[in-house]
């Protein structure tokens, strides 16, 4: 450490929230293990860093934050065992074993098991961490609310629907871990934790527990569902902020409905009356809330219900005459998460996905517990008497051509996905560090070079392949 806890690193390029690079130095304070303004703190402490880091040219990128990751290193979030040691001891692992690939914080990802393990599990996952390891945010519940017919690999048994809306999520998760956000138990370094739940609005129950949900802190995000373009706009109004790994276990992109993955170019001209929404008392609202479908939703009215009301498809005096000029949409169209490993989605789709809302990017692996760097192909257990087939980046069921996951790791998805793209390597970077912030609203702390925010960092060379890992302004891992 040095004398006087600032730490400069230079000669190095800095992504910047729009997805550029700059050449310019970073000041950190290796004591607080947070990022400085250099200036400020020279003029403030009359101090110049005792310890210069030089970067011999590299990226200087905030840590990279994967929102869905199942499992690592031999480590299944998914399974316990009737042991918390145990398992606390397997959350270790994976968060002090995970930032030789450059992620600094991770939101851990169970998928539909046995209702009863639910509350044990999700209480197990609040916000954890130690001084060499990556940040453990807190928990992703990818199902049990979700569609038979996009299950993929989650066991139908476990399926379920949610008859009385907001309470079956509670009976389901446990009423302490859906407790509102400020008072769910925080971090030694005062965090608290990111909560996020994956499901299907068309099942029953579920559009109804939405806004309760979101006003609890939790991130609702659509995912393994059916859903139509009416539904799937219904729950984001309502206040569905994400999708979870687009273009899959959701229905094909149709011109007619083009349902979940139509969110990206949501039009100022929707078809349901803002004054709608949320009230419950609206019979449209009320049909949708309680996951009833009919084909009345492809004709809804869209004349204002009181007077002055304005609705989505008002029309206007005037149109834009101007070129590159559109309405002004008053719909928030959600973040959307991808694999980017070649396999889940074609590079040409990925594309075609980031063209559409590049701000609403989001990188993820969704990887499975046998994700590691060094892991040979062939078969290996899973969980329930199952078994993986891996094929290089490639994860089936055995016996099955059903992808489970992925074994792709978070800087690789930042590689594929310049490449795909054809975007630059900063703006890549952004889809792994600050729109995921961004979503989970942590930006201030993590994903960011702001000063304040945590001094997680990974350095990567102009190829985007790691070269060291920092995690609150100390070295964890190092290529060499």
């Known amino acids: 450490m040095s004398a006087n806890g600032l730490v400069c690193f230079t000669n190095c390029l800095l992504p910047q929230e729009d997805g550029g690079l700059i050449l310019k130095d970073l000041w950190i ?3 607080r293990g947070v990022i400085l303004d250099a200036q400020n703190t020279f003029f403030e402490r009359k101090e110049r860093p005792d310890r210069v880091v030089d970067l011999g040219g590299n990226i200087l990128s905030p840590g990279l934050i994967d929102i869905q990751l199942n499992g690592a290193y031999g480590f299944d979030f998914s399974i316990y065992e009737g042991d918390d040691e145990a398992y606390k001891n397997g959350m270790k692992l994976v968060a002090e074993k995970i930032v030789e690939t450059g992620v600094t914080s991770i939101v851990p990802t169970i998928i539909t098991q046995d209702k009863k393990l639910y509350p044990k599990l999700l209480d197990l996952l609040r916000p954890f961490s130690t001084p060499t390891s990556a940040s453990l945010l807190g928990w992703h519940a990818e199902g049990p609310f979700i569609d038979m017919a996009k299950r993929g690999a989650h066991a139908p048994p476990f ?4 008859p009385d809306g907001f309470a079956s999520f509670e009976e389901t998760y446990g009423v302490q871990n859906l407790v509102d956000s400020e008072d769910w138990l925080m971090n030694t370094d005062g965090q608290c934790g990111v909560r996020i739940i994956t499901a299907a609005p068309e099942i029953k129950g579920v559009m109804g527990a939405v806004n309760e949900l979101v006003k609890r802190g939790v991130v609702f995000s659509i995912g393994h569902s059916i ?3 009416q539904i799937a706009t219904t729950a984001v109004v309502q206040g569905a902020r994400l999708i979870t790994h687009l273009f899959n276990a959701m229905p094909q992109l149709h011109h007619r409905d083009p349902s979940i993955i139509g969110l990206l170019g ?3 001209h929707l078809s349901v009356p803002v004054e709608d929404f949320p009230n419950p008392s609206s019979p449209t609202t009320a049909a949708m809330l309680s996951g ?5 939703f492809d004709y809804v009215s869209t004349t204002p219900t009181k007077p002055g009301a304005m609705s989505r498809t008002a029309s206007r005096s005037e149109l ?3 070129k590159g000029q559109i309405a002004d949409m008053a719909f928030d169209r959600p973040y959307y998460d991808m694999i980017v490993d070649g396999i889940h989605s074609h590079p040409n789709s990925v594309r075609l996905a980031y063209s559409a809302f590049p701000d609403g990017c989001i990188l993820i692996t969704d990887a499975m517990k046998i994700l590691d760097p060094n892991l040979r192909d062939g078969v290996h257990e899973w969980r329930d008497g199952k078994r993986f087939v891996k094929e290089g980046d490639k994860l089936y069921l055995e016996g099955t051509n059903t992808l489970a996951g992925s074994v792709v790791t978070l800087d690789k998805c930042v590689r594929n996905f310049s490449r795909f793209t054809g975007c630059s390597l900063g703006e890549a970077i952004k889809c792994a560090t600050f729109n995921p912030a961004k979503c989970l609203g942590i930006e201030n702390q993590k994903g960011t070079l702001r000063p304040g925010a945590d001094a997680d960092l990974v350095v990567l060379d102009r ?5 060291s890992t920092w995690v609150k302004g100390r070295q ?3 290529k060499d």
Do not use: C, F, I, K
Request: negative net charge.
């Open 29 to 31: 304070d290796e004591r």
């Open 159 to 162: 399926l379920l629907s949610a």
């Open 227 to 229: 859903a139509s373009s």
């Open 266 to 268: 949501a039009s100022p």
């Open 292 to 296: 009833v479908t009919s084909e009345a």
């Open 320 to 322: 834009h005459l101007d």
């Open 463 to 467: 190829q985007g392949n790691p070269v």
């Open 476 to 478: 964890v891992w190092s």
